[in-house]
């Protein structure tokens, strides 16, 4: 969304579209909101000055590429060919110790990989089965699923595949990350989250898409997330993947914390799933020492206010 090869004059469109194009801010596209604007402002002006690194520092010896999705054939080829390529720059570098992989949830399902059931539990031991169609996933949300799975799977084989590689390698699997934040537009993960309150379908049907996927919602704030990755910088841990959960409910429980916090606005009350939610553990994390901060209504109400403040809620 850097490169559209729209002209900055007349806004026509160019003849073809290379890595020469960049998106002229000053276009108002007619099916962009506010957030879609500020994600593509943030967007093309983060890559021109992440290019201009090098330009405006004369003895800077860092090289950086920018990788276009469009040199592979689909989203998890270019994420598996970025992995390579930075872990690649790591082991050159002679003084990366540790690399921090944030990984999703979303490829940790505890769906078993012959019927499909869930597992009683949603641990570290558990991958997404790739081979699964999920009901309410869209052509992107399985490129998103195959892709994370796919990169980070082989993320936790890069010490194995090399006897000689000196880096250690940690994942955070990371659930839905919620709360308060310093961007001026709602990321996606808390328009997931407030979806109920928003009325936005296809955000809801994402929600709809994690209870189906993982027998829950499960939850993290953005502040333990932050806290979550020092923690495993600082910490002399051994290469392995860790859940970044700190609640789990059912989709029904975050639609009806919001209907009795906010009685005046209509809330989507349709939801996936049974009555019992398939718990996830993060206790390797917990045993190493970390601590969580935020409880489910926390997570849930600093959503709703961060939404709120930047203008993705503006009925409440």
């Known amino acids: 969304m850097s490169a559209s090869p729209r002209k900055e004059d007349d806004f026509s469109f160019k003849n073809l579209m290379n890595e020469s194009y960049w998106t002229p801010l000053h276009c108002a596209f007619a099916h962009a909101q506010k957030w879609e604007q500020d994600y593509i402002s943030t967007k093309t002006s983060t890559e ?28 998890t080829e270019a ?22 992989y944030t990984a999703s949830i979303m490829s940790a399902s505890p769906r ?8 009683n539990l949603m641990d570290e031991s558990c991958w997404t089965p790739l081979h699964c169609a999920f009901a309410h996933a869209q052509k992107f949300e399985q490129d998103y699923i195959s892709s994370k799975t796919s990169t980070e799977k082989e993320f936790l084989a890069y010490k194995i595949k090399g006897e000689k590689r000196r880096i250690k390698v940690v994942s955070l699997a990371c659930a839905l ?44 704030h953005i502040d333990d997330v932050c806290e979550a990755h020092i923690f495993c910088i600082e910490k002399d841990i051994i290469s392995d993947r860790f859940m970044c959960v700190s609640q789990w409910p059912m989709m029904q429980e975050i639609v009806d ?40 209504e926390q997570i849930l109400d600093d959503s709703a206010e961060y939404a709120r403040r930047v203008g993705g809620l503006i009925d409440l």
């Open 79 to 100: 994420s598996l060919a970025a992995m390579h390529i930075i872990m690649g720059a790591c082991e050159r570098s002679n003084s990366v110790k540790r690399v921090i």
């Open 177 to 220: 990350v919620g709360g308060n934040g310093i961007l001026e537009y709602v990321p996606g993960s808390i328009s997931v989250i407030i979806s109920p309150l928003s009325g936005q379908r296809l955000r809801y049907k994402q929600l709809k898409l994690l209870q189906e996927m993982l027998g829950s919602v499960p939850l993290v």
């Open 257 to 296: 914390h919001y209907e009795l916090k906010f009685p005046n606005v209509q809330v989507l009350k349709e939801v996936e799933g049974d009555k019992c939610a398939t718990p996830c553990s993060s206790i390797k994390l917990l045993d190493l020492g970390f601590k969580y901060k935020y409880n489910m």
């Open 112 to 119: 078993k990989e012959d019927d499909f059931s869930f597992k």
């Open 48 to 75: 021109k000055e992440f290019l201009a690194y090098n330009t405006k520092g004369e003895k800077r010896r860092i090289k950086v590429v920018s990788l276009a999705c469009a040199l592979y054939k689909d989203t």
